[in-house]
């Protein structure tokens, strides 16, 4: 077992608590690849992440690796993972004879499903998830898969695109998924429904709040969701939220018990209230990546202590804590208010938690900051934009913990 070098990185507050960020790079493990692909936590809260270089563990203090050097996993190239309720760890894997399949861990021993041993002959595993019987559920580039009473089961429905990105399991048990470009599908007790939204969309996350409103956010930069009871789309684009242009990940949204939601883009976390319509925005900062490259979030789960865990394609692992805290105990649900609105010369904003904001900034569609200062304590504020071309740009209002507030605004 090694021990990793920790870098910490704490935004400094005079008077509140910080939120702190961790960065585990891995390099103590001295692994072939530093890609990591996939994770989940298992009921101890413990860390499993599949990588090109074999399957992670992380048990708060630890890390350790499984490869076929040291144990009977089935490849080193591992791109997805799936935990059960009884703790069995499941993977989808590759390997250099051009296998894939599944290879389960009860912990001690490792067992494989493929095509040369079972009814099993799927073409990348890009997602496992488990229904509320504990049955496993697959989603592959060549349909929808699910392992029943040791039978293997694969759903052909009606569609153009047999590629399945993401699988969600509602309260009902039905499954949800997202293919290509073929719209959203619901399986429940041997019946495919359809959901096309008038756009034709692909999808890089999915999740479902308590209410079964179905969340995904698309390749437009765009979050929408589907209201299962009116069958309704609604569809907040890119110029409704902060999210960056031009990443195509799965696994990018989650919704935590309090139904607000969390999604990730490049070093971004986005926190979104749909009931107050407010954005606040978490970024890694860069002292805590390589400085000549430019990683990303590739996944990312919350576990039941409040913290985030992302993983990267060559920059670690990372925590943010103090963040769940932060918003349960001072939550900014009093909003900001903006005027004029649409605006050419000066954009005025208010907010009755004025006190705790430091800074105040301008940002275009892109992420670009075009102007950042900082603030006093008084009640209303005002910001010179006679400068801006015409668009749609987000004042951005940052507090003494580093969490940011986003509010769309219009340049005439």
Known sequence: ???????????????????????????????????????????????????????????????SLYDTSNSNIPSNLIFTVGIDNNDIIWIGYENDLDEEGIGVFDGKNWKTYHSKNSDFNPFSVSDIVFDNNNNPWFATWNFLWSFKNNQWLQYTFNSNDFEVYEIEVDKNNSIWFTTGFDGLFKYFNGNFEKYIHINRYSYNGLAIDSNNNIWIVNNQNSLMHLNIVSKEWIVRDTMETPISYGFNIPHTIIVDKNNTLWITDKRNLHNFNPETELWKTYT??????????????????????????????????????????????????????????????????????????????????????????????????SINVSKLQSGVYFLQLTDMKGVKYSKKFVIE
Do not use: C
């Open 284 to 381: 890694a900062p860069d002292s805590l990546y390589p400085t000549e490259e430019t990683f990303s979030f590739r996944d990312f789960k919350l576990e039941a202590n409040g913290n985030f865990w992302f993983i990267t394609a060559g920059a670690g692992v990372f925590k943010l804590s103090d963040v769940i805290t932060d918003v349960e105990v001072e939550p900014f649900i009093n909003g900001i208010s903006i005027y004029p609105n649409p605006s050419n010369s000066f954009l005025t904003y208010e907010t009755n938690n004025i006190t705790s904001i430091i800074q105040h900034s301008i940002v275009d569609l892109s992420g670009k900051v075009l102007i950042n200062d900082n603030v006093d304590n008084a009640m209303r504020n």
């Open 1 to 63: 077992m090694k021990t990793l070098s920790i870098i910490l990185f704490i935004f400094l507050s005079t008077v509140l608590s910080s939120q702190t960020w961790t960065n585990y790079d891995l390099k103590d493990l001295n692994l072939e690849y530093l890609d990591l692909y996939d994770l989940e936590l298992d009921s101890f809260q413990n860390l499993w992440v599949a990588s090109l270089s074999g399957l992670l563990k992380f048990d708060g203090n630890d890390w």
